[in-house]
């Protein structure tokens, strides 16, 4: 049954909009901690024992245990900085360790002790969330708000600047400021980052991506899809870069593990950093994201991955070097085409149309709200169609670069702008951020084979020189040598010259680049700075344009979503803001569905018993030996304590009605008390386009079961080190 819930009233000068009037679903909605204590009635009915004001408070338990991995979310759950997250959000480390004589993807990682754990993936990190405060009027300032355009954006910038300098003097934070309600309002987020991170623990690719990718999305699933990090500082308790001299990061708080597992009708809830959902787009941006984009995409997905396995084929090393990709271009691929198939005969656009002509016709209604809102809705509606036409013309030229030219342009342009103060210089580019660029340096080494890059960009580029002229980039064009007329034989002896004259794909080449001057990058006669200084003056003046756009695309968004939330609130309905890979909590229940998208009625949980009737011994559905063995002899633990008598076995994954997206991924599952039962790494795939459309009937999100985790690490992989300092008895 659906629940009305009264969304927060005024946490600032925006929600006051959307006030006591609005409601919404329980199970809808991604909502930060601070929004929490006006649901709070809904929250203790739904079945949470803990005080709702604790979870706004983001130092206390369980908030202070939350972290983020900078695209997934994740949980400390010892006093040692012993992290839990997903399996596919450690894939890149572990992949960053393999070689084909240690095959960590393959066969599992356990570091017995502190000093058997390796180095994460270069750039790894892990991000505490400290502290959280609305800047809307320090950003969005009277004097900034009477500019448009790129003066605007400029004006943005320098403000955002400003508070992050101010704030990351703090020695050993991170501080960014995002945008909420389409640059509506802006919150200033604090977090300690802490850059030595340490695999610990992954079982076998067999349990922490059993299924692959044929059960990517789908239930009934079977996937142990966990792994633990650990996340160091010095020894006086700051974070510092990788150092064997580290010690352990002490967390004021970490979750504990649930002693007893969850039932179907259970309150569970999701804390976590969701990275994107789109709610509250145009009927223009559906449009074109549905019947243009998302298949585009799917296409070049699908042509990725085909040459990705054509060029690694009988090669485990450029496999072991391109299965992180692999891994998220499937994932990604799998995601937008479930997304078309419930798109494809649904009524979401005409849905949206129509809600967005009674947006107007509200607004046209009152002189008042006609003067407030109505240009700016004219104006954003052009403003998207302009740049999604601006978007359609660059879709190949964004597959057409080498990756090794991305990074000799990424290279020179740190560069030049090194040459400026510090606050001067563009976002993303300042000293900050070089720890950002030396991982990227770093990272090349074993996420990178010239032969399989050069495949993927021939087959890319010989697809964009084909379009007509004033469909291409002339700039880059002119810098790469591309003609009317080539054909795929032309592209081939392009690109062969052009990686044969660069040095950059060794590591000893690359790192010095990272010092130098932009005189020095000029005067190189490296293939790839070549290009990129030739395109360096154009690509500003690009870049300016784009700005424009953007500044003026701000102001009439953040004025368009002004009008939907008084609309929405004039008739009772909520208003919460998109995710944008912020702190945020979602609540529901344990739930089935019993109109499962395969016409089926699906149970809530799964068990061992469907992993030795899925397990082939090859391939996506290889099970590990001795995890069958172990459930064969029924060794559910000594005492049967992860053992569910109505499964007759250990549960493994189950389904809940929580409202979750991308970068929820690892986000810990929490039961009534604020205990650890589960990590969410999934939803169904008749359901993932609730980023776009939420449909309370049938979205389910999928939980790897906190009893099947510990079951495999007691009886499977013998992580007893680990069950010790989590204080598993």
């Not at 680049?513 to 200084?533: C, G, Q």
């Amino acid at each position: 049954m659906k629940k009305s819930l009264v969304l927060m009233t005024a946490v600032t000068t925006l929600t006051a909009l959307s006030s006591a009037m609005s409601v919404a679903y329980a199970n809808e909605g991604m909502w930060m901690p601070q929004q929490l204590p006006a649901v709070a009635a809904q929250l203790k009915a739904a079945g949470l024992k803990l005080d709702p004001k604790t979870l706004t408070k983001l130092t206390e338990f369980p908030m202070g245990a939350i972290v983020s991995l900078g695209g997934c979310s994740a949980s400390f759950v010892s006093d040692q900085g012993l992290v839990i997250t997903n399996h596919h959000c450690a894939y890149g480390s572990i992949a960053q360790n393999s070689t084909p004589e240690k095959n960590y993807l393959a066969n599992g990682f356990l570091a017995k002790t502190l000093a058997e754990e390796l180095p994460a993936q270069p750039g790894s990190r892990v991000f505490v969330t400290t502290d959280v405060n609305n800047v809307s009027t320090k950003i969005i300032s009277p004097e900034v708000a009477k500019l448009a355009g790129k003066a605007r954006v400029d004006a943005i910038e320098k403000n955002e600047k400003a508070l992050v300098a101010e704030c990351e003097k703090d020695a050993g934070h991170r501080c960014n400021v995002y945008p909420y309600y389409g640059g509506l309002e802006y919150y200033l987020i604090k977090q300690l980052e802490i850059k030595d991170v340490r695999l610990v623990h992954a079982p076998a690719e067999g349990v922490g991506k059993f299924g692959g990718d044929t059960d990517n999305w789908m239930w009934p699933r079977h996937t142990g899809d966990y792994s633990f990090l650990r996340a160091y500082v010095s020894k006086d308790g700051k974070s510092a870069d990788f150092s064997k001299d580290n010690v352990p990061y002490k967390p004021k708080h970490y979750l504990r593990l649930a002693k007893d597992g969850v039932k179907e009708g259970d309150f569970v809830m999701v804390t976590g950093y969701p990275g994107r959902t789109n709610r509250h787009r145009l009927p223009s941006e559906v449009s074109n994201t549905f019947d243009w984009n998302y298949p585009a995409y799917v296409k070049a997905s699908g042509e990725q991955l085909a040459i990705i396995e054509r060029e690694t084929k009988g090669n485990e090393d450029k496999k072991l070097k391109y299965a992180g990709m692999v891994a998220g271009v499937n994932n990604y691929y799998k995601n937008r085409q479930g997304m078309l198939d419930s798109y494809a005969g649904s009524d979401f656009l005409v849905r949206k149309q129509k809600e967005h002509a009674a947006l107007k016709s509200w607004v046209n209604a009152d002189a008042g709200r006609k003067q407030m809102f109505a240009a700016d809705i004219d104006a954003i509606e052009k403003l998207i169609a302009e740049r999604d036409a601006e978007n359609r013309r660059d879709f190949l030229l964004a597959y057409s670069s080498p990756r090794l030219l991305s990074s000799a342009r990424s290279l020179y342009r740190l560069a030049n702008e090194s040459t400026k103060p510090d606050t001067e210089r563009k976002s993303g580019f300042q000293t900050r951020d070089l720890p950002r660029f030396k991982a990227g340096v770093a990272a090349v080494e074993r996420s990178y084979d010239e032969a399989v890059d050069k495949a993927l960009v021939l087959n890319f580029m010989t697809k964009y020189a084909a379009q007509p002229s004033k469909d291409r980039n002339a700039n880059f064009d002119a810098a790469i040598g591309i003609k009317d007329g080539m054909k795929e034989a032309d592209i081939k002896a392009l690109l062969d010259t052009m990686y044969a004259g660069s040095k950059l794909g060794t590591k000893e080449e690359r790192a010095p680049w990272l010092e130098r001057k932009p005189d020095d990058f000029k005067a190189s006669s490296d293939s790839f700075i070549k290009v990129a200084v030739a395109m360096y003056d154009e690509s500003l003046k690009r870049e300016a344009r784009d700005e424009e756009m953007s500044g003026k695309i701000q102001q009439a968004y953040a004025n368009y979503m002004k009008a939907k939330i008084a609309f929405m609130n004039s008739k009772g309905q909520a208003v919460y803001p998109d995710a944008n890979s912020t702190l945020r909590v979602t609540f529901g229940k344990v739930a089935g569905r019993p109109n499962g998208a395969d016409g089926t009625s699906w149970t809530a949980f799964t068990s061992l018993h469907g992993i030795t009737k899925k397990a082939t011994g090859t391939g996506e559905f290889n099970a590990p030996q001795n995890q069958l063995d172990a459930i064969k002899s029924s060794n559910f633990g000594a005492d049967s304590k992860y053992y569910d008598a109505k499964l007759k076995s250990v549960p493994v994954n189950f389904l809940a009605t929580l409202d979750i997206t991308g970068g929820n991924s690892g986000s810990a599952a929490l039961n009534a008390k604020g205990e650890l039962v589960g990590l969410a790494f999934d939803g169904t795939l008749d359901s993932i386009i609730s980023d776009w459309d939420f449909n309370d009937a049938n979205t389910r999100d999928i939980q790897v079961d906190l009893r099947y985790i510990l079951w495999e690490m007691t009886n499977v992989d013998k992580a007893n080190n680990l069950l010790k300092e989590m204080h598993v008895e």
